[in-house]
């Protein structure tokens, strides 16, 4: 299954997934004609209860929320019914979580991208936050902010936690998340190394476009055989796989959930491998009129242009 976020005709974005490659599913509407059709009278109420317009919302409704999706979407696959649903291409694709509790990043989590930036391989994750702020729709303009002249690109595979973790061994840690999508951990290099703290070049708004959707476990069942791709207005800049982890996502759900309880809808961008602009000779950084594209295997295309905030 792939969530995704999506609007039409300038309204505000609803919940949704793929149903095939070429439709979207509006998840409370198609729940609400579910029940309506058995005789539920309160079913628009119940409906937008399991599926809110809020990806963390839909999240945390759990055992129930996943059922009801279960029971719906194969009753349309089954064709006994009829879903609301609309073409791809009449509806726009925001990113697909907007609300994450945290937004928790790692930094440092590829021997190659440690080498490139001449820092020591780590010897637990590096971990620093982002805010809902920093996230950005695809296609929406990544903002270089006022005073920086050295932004530049990270891409990064985002891991969406599906259930209330604590304390969660290495062999639990992939039952506790739901599913996995594309971060730019965008950063402004000369603001990021003011202080021994990096924050103030990674917290801006528009500094994590997320995207294009939400795959589930079902989609991914093994996040550490996955390539990761950056083109800077054409060019390849990054091109890496997960099978370089430092830290695997396993290690990373078992090392996080021992220090704070990760929650249904939390974020984590788990590092960048080799080719950030600050690593190459000479240096190169994101200018105005840029586009940036991600890939990562089976999570689609994640693409910003860049502008002067």
């Given at each position: 299954m792939?969530?995704?976020?999506?609007?039409?005709?300038g309204?505000?974005?609803?919940?949704?997934?793929?149903?095939?490659?070429?439709?979207?599913?509006?998840?409370?509407?198609?729940?609400?004609?579910?029940?309506?059709?058995?005789?539920v009278?309160?079913?628009?109420?119940?409906?937008?209860?399991l599926?809110?317009?809020?990806?963390?919302?839909?999240?945390?409704?759990?055992?129930a929320?996943?059922?009801?999706?279960?029971?719906?979407?194969?009753?349309?696959?089954a064709?006994?019914?009829?879903?609301?649903?609309?073409?791809?291409?009449?509806v726009?694709?925001?990113?697909?979580?907007?609300d994450?509790?945290k937004l928790?990043?790692?930094?440092?989590?590829?021997?190659?991208?440690?080498?490139?930036?001449g820092?020591?391989?780590?010897?637990?994750?590096?971990?620093?936050?982002?805010?809902?702020n920093?996230?950005?729709?695809?296609?929406?303009?990544?903002?270089?902010?006022r005073?920086?002249?050295?932004?530049?690109?990270?891409?990064?595979?985002?891991?969406?936690?599906?259930?209330?973790?604590?304390?969660?061994?290495?062999?639990?840690?992939?039952?506790?998340?739901?599913?996995?999508?594309?971060?730019?951990?965008?950063?402004?290099r000369?603001?990021?190394?003011?202080?021994?703290?990096?924050?103030?070049?990674?917290?801006?708004?528009?500094?994590?476009?997320?995207?294009?959707?939400i795959?589930?476990?079902?989609?991914?069942?093994?996040?550490?055989?996955?390539?990761?791709?950056?083109?800077?207005?054409?060019?390849?800049m990054?091109?890496?796989?997960?099978r370089?982890?430092?830290?695997?996502v396993?290690?990373l759900?078992?090392f996080?959930?021992?220090?704070?309880t990760?929650?249904?809808?939390?974020?984590?961008?788990?590092?960048?491998?080799?080719?950030?602009?600050?690593?190459?000779?000479?240096?190169?950084?994101?200018?105005?009129?840029?586009?940036?594209?991600m890939?990562i295997?089976?999570?689609?295309?994640?693409?910003?242009?860049v502008?002067?905030?």
């Amino acid at each position: 299954m792939k969530i995704v976020r999506f609007s039409q005709n300038g309204h505000a974005p609803r919940l949704g997934c793929f149903l095939g490659q070429d439709r979207v599913v509006d998840l409370a509407a198609s729940c609400a004609a579910y029940l309506a059709g058995r005789g539920v009278v309160r079913a628009e109420a119940i409906a937008d209860a399991l599926f809110p317009q809020s990806t963390r919302g839909f999240l945390e409704g759990g055992v129930a929320t996943q059922e009801m999706l279960g029971t719906v979407l194969d009753a349309a696959k089954a064709g006994k019914f009829q879903p609301v649903a609309h073409p791809v291409g009449a509806v726009r694709l925001h990113a697909p979580i907007a609300d994450p509790g945290k937004l928790i990043c790692i930094g440092l989590n590829y021997k190659d991208h440690a080498a490139e930036t001449g820092n020591p391989i780590p010897k637990e994750p590096p971990i620093f936050p982002k805010w809902a702020n920093a996230i950005l729709d695809p296609g929406e303009p990544i903002l270089r902010p006022r005073g920086s002249k050295q932004l530049d690109w990270e891409v990064e595979l985002g891991v969406v936690i599906g259930r209330t973790a604590r304390y969660v061994t290495k062999e639990q840690a992939l039952d506790y998340v739901f599913g996995y999508t594309i971060v730019n951990d965008a950063s402004a290099r000369d603001f990021q190394f003011i202080t021994s703290q990096w924050g103030a070049g990674k917290i801006a708004d528009t500094f994590a476009p997320v995207g294009p959707y939400i795959a589930d476990r079902s989609e991914i069942p093994d996040p550490h055989v996955l390539s990761l791709k950056t083109w800077v207005n054409g060019n390849l800049m990054q091109d890496g796989t997960t099978r370089n982890f430092i830290f695997d996502v396993r290690y990373l759900v078992n090392f996080l959930s021992g220090i704070i309880t990760l929650s249904p809808g939390d974020l984590i961008a788990t590092g960048t491998p080799a080719g950030v602009g600050m690593g190459r000779k000479p240096q190169v950084w994101l200018q105005p009129g840029d586009t940036c594209r991600m890939e990562i295997t089976g999570l689609g295309v994640l693409e910003n242009p860049v502008k002067d905030a």
